[in-house]
C-alpha cells in the first residue's frame, strides 16, 4: 500500500490550480487568514513564503518561456518591483524574474497588472510544468538548427493551467533548443529537446532527439538519451506523453524522492521508451545529433545577428540581481535603439537584441551600459548566484551580497585569458546550479566556538560539454570570509600551470581532484 506525502494529500483535497480563485478574499483579509494548506497551493501560483515565513513576505517567479520579453513587460515587471517589491528584480537560471517583499494584500493588484502585460506567474513552481526553456537568442542566431519561439510558445500554451498536468509527483523541467551549443543545459532537466536531423523519404529533416531525467539538488543525475526522433509537429505529443507517465508512474511517498529522474533510473530507457511509445503511437528512431558544444549559456559582448545590419548586445547581470530603476532604463535602451525585444538566458543575464549596427557605439556609451558593460572581463561577469539566506528558508549561507566581495579581490589578484563560471547555492537544492560550474560553492555551516558561521563546500570541474561531467566536491569546507582567499589560491594555480588554451574545467581533469584538495586542504588548515 502506497503512503502518500502531506503535499500529495493536500492535492487530493484541491488542486493547486484552485488556489488562483481564493487571492481576492486572502488579499482583503490578510496575512494570517491563509491557511496552511493554500501556503503550499500558492507555490502553483509562482509564490513563495520569504524567510522568516511568519513575516508574511512572498516571493513571486514569472514565467519567460524561451526568454522571450518585452520593453513594455520589462515595465511593467519594474513598476511592480518599484511598487511592492522594494525595488528588486531577480533573473533566474530558469530565465524567469522574480520579485521579492510582496505582501498578500498586493496579490490581486499584481495578477491584474501581470495579465494586461500578457504575463504569467502561474506555474512558475508548484507540481506542474515549470518556465519552458530554451536558446534564448532562438530566430536571431546565425549557428541555430531551428527557431523554436513557435514551438516553446505552443508548449507553455498548452501545458499553461492544464488541469491534465496540475498534479505532478514534483516539479516538471523542460528545456527545448535548436542551438548547436547545448543552450537549454538539457542534460539537467526532467525532458529536454536538442537539435538533430534524419534522413527521411531521401531528404533530410530537422527535428529533435530527446533525453529525460535529469536533474540535479542531492542526487544529481545526467538525462539520458532515447531512441527517438521527434518531428517539430510531434513535440507537444511527445512532452505530453513523457509528463503522462510522470503522472502516472511518478513516486509520491517522499518528495526528496519525486522527480522524473527516480523513475528513469529505476526503470531504465528502454522501459521508458516502450511506454512512452504506447502513449504516443510510432515514432522514428534517433538521426544525426547537432549538438557540438557548450557555452554555459553566456552571450556577453557584440555580436551580428543572422539578419544582416542587426547585432545583439549580451549584458553580464552579476548573479542576476537588479533593481527596478535599473530594468526600466535597459527596457528604455531597448526600444530607443532597438524593436522594443528583450532576451533573458539561464546564466541569468539579459541580451538586448536588434539593434542596427550603425546605432551600436551610441548604445555603448548609454551610462547604464558602464555598469552592466558587455565588454566586461570581470570575474562578477560569470557568477550565478541563488537568493540564498537573505530571502529562502532553505538556504544556509548568503549568496548574491558575496559577489562583490569575491569578484574584486579576483579581479585584482589573477589574470586571466579566460573566464571561470563561479556559481554560488545557498545549499543543497542546486538552484544556483554549483555541479555544472567551473567551481561551484555550496552553502554550509560550520561551527566555531559556539557559534555557527557561514561557510561553503567546494566543488570543481563541471561541464556540459559533449562529454560533460558533474563538478566533484573537495572534502572540508571555507567559512565565507575566506572564500576570495582560497579561490585566488587555486584560481592562480590553474593560470600558472594551464595549457594554452586549456579552460578551467579541462584542467581540472588533467591535474586531478587529489592534487585540488591537497592543495584546498593545505589553505583550509
Not at 512512452?276 to 549559456?297: A, F, Q
Request: glycine share 10%; charged share 20%; proline share 4%.
Amino acid at each position: 500500500m502506497t503512503t502518500l506525502n502531506h503535499v500529495e494529500l493536500l492535492k487530493i483535497e484541491k488542486d493547486g490550480l484552485e488556489v488562483r480563485k481564493d487571492i481576492e478574499s486572502y488579499g482583503r483579509l490578510g496575512f494570517t487568514a491563509i491557511s496552511p494548506d493554500d501556503l503550499e497551493r500558492f507555490k502553483w501560483l509562482g509564490l513563495y513564503q520569504q524567510s522568516p515565513k511568519v513575516d508574511g513576505y512572498f516571493m513571486m517567479r514569472i514565467k519567460i518561456p524561451g526568454g522571450l520579453l518585452t520593453a513594455a513587460q520589462l515595465m511593467v515587471i519594474s513598476g511592480i518591483s518599484r511598487e511592492y517589491g522594494r525595488g528588486i528584480v531577480d533573473i533566474t537560471t530558469r530565465q524567469a524574474l522574480q520579485f521579492h517583499w510582496l505582501r498578500v494584500e498586493n496579490l490581486p493588484d499584481i495578477f491584474l497588472r501581470l495579465a494586461k502585460a500578457r504575463l504569467s506567474s502561474v506555474g512558475a513552481a508548484g507540481d506542474c510544468p515549470r518556465n519552458v526553456i530554451g536558446h534564448p537568442l532562438a530566430g536571431i542566431d546565425a549557428d541555430e538548427v531551428i527557431d523554436t519561439r513557435s514551438i516553446i510558445q505552443s508548449v507553455n500554451e498548452f501545458f499553461q493551467e492544464n488541469r491534465e498536468f496540475s498534479n505532478l509527483p514534483r516539479k516538471f523541467k523542460i528545456s527545448i533548443s535548436g542551438s548547436r551549443y547545448n543552450t537549454g543545459h538539457g542534460e539537467i532537466n526532467d525532458v529536454a529537446l536538442t537539435p538533430a536531423t534524419k534522413e527521411i523519404n531521401g531528404k533530410e529533416v530537422v527535428g529533435f532527439h530527446v533525453r529525460v531525467g535529469g536533474g540535479l539538488s542531492r542526487t544529481p543525475q545526467f538525462a539520458q538519451p532515447i531512441n527517438i526522433f521527434v518531428l517539430p509537429e510531434e513535440v507537444i505529443t511527445v512532452l505530453a506523453g513523457v509528463a503522462t507517465i510522470f503522472r502516472e508512474h511518478g513516486y509520491r511517498e517522499q518528495r526528496n524522492h519525486a522527480r522524473l529522474k527516480f523513475l528513469v533510473a529505476d526503470w531504465g530507457v528502454e522501459k521508458f521508451t516502450e511506454k512512452l511509445l504506447k502513449i504516443t503511437g510510432p515514432l522514428l528512431t534517433r538521426g544525426t545529433d547537432l549538438t557540438i558544444g557548450w557555452n554555459g549559456g553566456y552571450f556577453h559582448g557584440v555580436h551580428q545577428q543572422k539578419q544582416v545590419g542587426l547585432s545583439y548586445i549580451g549584458l553580464p547581470i552579476p548573479g542576476g540581481r537588479s533593481t527596478a530603476d535599473d530594468m526600466e532604463a535597459l527596457a528604455n535602451l531597448a526600444e530607443q535603439y532597438g524593436d522594443g525585444s528583450m532576451l533573458t538566458s539561464n546564466s541569468q543575464n539579459l541580451i538586448l537584441p536588434n539593434i542596427p549596427n550603425e546605432k551600436v557605439d551610441a548604445l555603448l556609451q548609454e551610462s547604464i551600459l558602464q555598469r552592466y558593460n558587455p565588454l566586461a572581463k570581470s570575474f562578477s561577469a560569470y557568477m550565478v548566484a541563488c537568493v540564498g539566506k537573505e530571502f529562502c528558508p532553505f538556504a544556509l549561507a548568503t549568496t548574491k551580497q558575496y559577489i562583490e566581495a569575491i569578484s574584486k579581490h579576483l579581479d585584482q589578484q589573477v589574470t586571466l585569458d579566460q573566464p571561470i563560471r563561479i556559481h554560488i547555492s545557498g545549499c543543497p537544492h542546486s538552484c544556483a546550479q554549483p555541479q555544472i560550474a567551473d567551481i561551484g560553492l555550496q552553502g554550509t555551516g560550520v561551527k566555531v566556538g559556539k557559534e555557527v558561521i557561514e561557510a561553503f563546500e567546494l566543488w570543481l570541474g563541471g561541464s556540459l560539454h559533449v562529454n560533460g561531467n558533474f563538478a566533484t566536491k573537495l572534502q572540508g569546507s571555507i567559512s565565507a570570509q575566506n572564500v576570495p582567499f582560497v579561490l585566488e589560491k587555486l584560481i592562480n594555480f590553474y593560470a600558472q600551470n594551464k595549457r594554452t588554451a586549456e579552460d578551467f574545467t579541462n584542467f581540472v581533469r588533467r591535474i586531478g581532484i587529489p592534487e585540488f584538495q591537497a592543495k584546498f586542504d593545505a589553505l583550509t588548515l
